[in-house]
């Protein structure tokens, strides 16, 4: 007797929905041998079905109310492709709660409201399943959940956002300015009409908020990750970064410090030769440092139509096998029992730092820097300062330092207070160093 077929709704046919869409319609003999039955996609709700799309989809599949997906009794899973956190997560709670199983890429979602979904999931002995909610193309969350089970997770840190990549690698190889790279970014599709949430590191942040829970087993409240976005970045930074052998990425980290767990968000100097600094265009990388199994680099893709929907896919596959249900309930994710482990302030964190000054270009000023990094006990490593050049210089100079490790709270209060020499011009600009 053959298996009977596995019904999907989906909510949502934008970029990464029509990419599903095609895999289901186009792959079905493929995808229901891997799946070991028909994996059927019988309604889809849109928020425009005259919108014209690059994929055949038959006219009685559509339908322009999210309920009718929510409400159909024959759909066995949901997959929500919309993103957002308001009538979204509805739907997601109302699918759970008539029995539908819910694949979802929504990661603001789950970083803000995570428990809420996953304690309805287990209510009513529904799963959900995730993956392309991190990292578009990259099994991050297979490889933490399955791959890496073995192992006490000790940190984690990765680039997560395409658009940021993508800008940060066309500054540094091309010498663009921000908001010419940016506005490249726009043109290819790599970055959306408004890049905010991309470019102040919140949508790193999401993202580093689902991984924390996975690999540490903690919640962490969104508002607890330090961020700091690309926005600001200038040009001299990635050169004088350059000129002492390092690159500029955006990063979100994530250890084990003493007992305590540390996250933040951060454009990072890294090493040239580091495997991560080596990440280029709009591709992601997530290191992950097990006990057990050591230094892991997972690489691939992190955004885009069929990246996306190649983990969406695998995911339906997954809960037509019945592995997600089985993962789902092994992990307890987002769980009254999840770890409660202390977490380390900022302030106390250890770094050293990439610091750069404009400065008066006369005698003393060197001197009135380096005391006042002394007097919030903040070690010099390295100075650069060139000779004024142009006429532009107005007897200005930059200088850049690099420290030694220090306490973060101690670095930024020596920073804030360095603008307020009369010396220095602007304001401080600084970044981890990690080497």
């Given at each position: ?358 400065v008066e270009d006369k005698p003393g000023v060197l001197a009135d820097v380096t005391r006042l990094l002394a007097n919030h006990q903040i070690s010099i490593a390295s100075i650069i300062q060139h000779e004024a050049q142009g006429e532009n210089a107005n007897g200005k100079v930059q200088l850049v330092i690099m420290t030694h490790l220090s306490k973060c709270g101690k670095f930024k209060a020596a920073a804030k207070e360095l603008t307020r020499l009369d010396c220095v011009s602007g304001s401080a600009v600084h970044y981890p160093v990690e080497d």
């Amino acid at each position: 007797m053959p298996a009977s077929s596995l019904k999907i709704g989906m909510i949502g046919l934008g970029v990464v929905g029509t990419g599903v869409a095609k895999l289901l319609f186009e792959q079905q003999e493929r995808l229901a041998k891997k799946a070991g039955r028909p994996l059927e996609l019988t309604k889809i709700a849109v928020r425009d079905p005259s919108k014209p799309r690059d994929i055949n989809i038959p006219d009685s599949i559509i339908t322009s109310h999210w309920e009718d997906v929510v409400n159909d009794p024959s759909l066995d899973v949901v997959v929500e492709l919309a993103g957002g956190t308001t009538w979204t997560k509805k739907a997601i709670l109302d699918s759970l709660a008539s029995g539908k199983h819910i694949v979802t890429a929504n990661k603001a979602l789950l970083a803000t409201h995570g428990k809420e979904v996953f304690d309805c999931a287990r209510k009513y002995n529904r799963c959900v399943a995730f993956e392309a909610s991190v990292a578009g193309g990259i099994p991050i969350i297979g490889a933490l959940t399955q791959g890496l089970a073995a192992n006490k997770i000790i940190g984690l840190r990765g680039i997560l956002n395409g658009t940021c990549n993508f800008i940060l690698t066309s500054m540094s190889e091309t010498g663009d300015s921000y908001q010419n790279a940016l506005e490249e970014a726009q043109k290819l599709g790599f970055a959306e009409a408004d890049p905010t949430m991309d470019v102040d590191g919140t949508d790193t942040a999401h993202k580093l908020a689902i991984l924390v829970q996975i690999a540490f087993g903690q919640t962490v409240p969104f508002s607890a990750i330090d961020r700091v976005g690309i926005a600001g970045l200038n040009n001299i930074d990635i050169h004088f970064a350059h000129e002492l052998g390092y690159g500029i990425k955006l990063l979100a980290e994530a250890w084990i410090n003493d007992g305590k767990l540390a996250v933040h968000v951060s454009p990072v100097l890294l090493r040239m030769h580091s495997p991560l600094a080596q990440v280029r265009g709009a591709y992601n990388a997530i290191q992950v440092i097990g006990d057990a199994v050591g230094d892991t680099l997972h690489y691939g893709l992190g955004a885009g139509r069929m990246p996306t929907a190649s983990s969406v896919v695998a995911d339906i596959i997954d809960i037509a096998v019945g592995r997600a249900q089985n993962t789902f309930t092994s992990m307890n994710l987002w769980s009254d029992s999840s770890s409660v482990t202390p977490m380390l302030l900022s302030d106390d964190v250890n770094s050293r730092y990439y610091l750069r000054l404009l400065v008066e270009d006369k005698p003393g000023v060197l001197a009135d820097v380096t005391r006042l990094l002394a007097n919030h006990q903040i070690s010099i490593a390295s100075i650069i300062q060139h000779e004024a050049q142009g006429e532009n210089a107005n007897g200005k100079v930059q200088l850049v330092i690099m420290t030694h490790l220090s306490k973060c709270g101690k670095f930024k209060a020596a920073a804030k207070e360095l603008t307020r020499l009369d010396c220095v011009s602007g304001s401080a600009v600084h970044y981890p160093v990690e080497d």
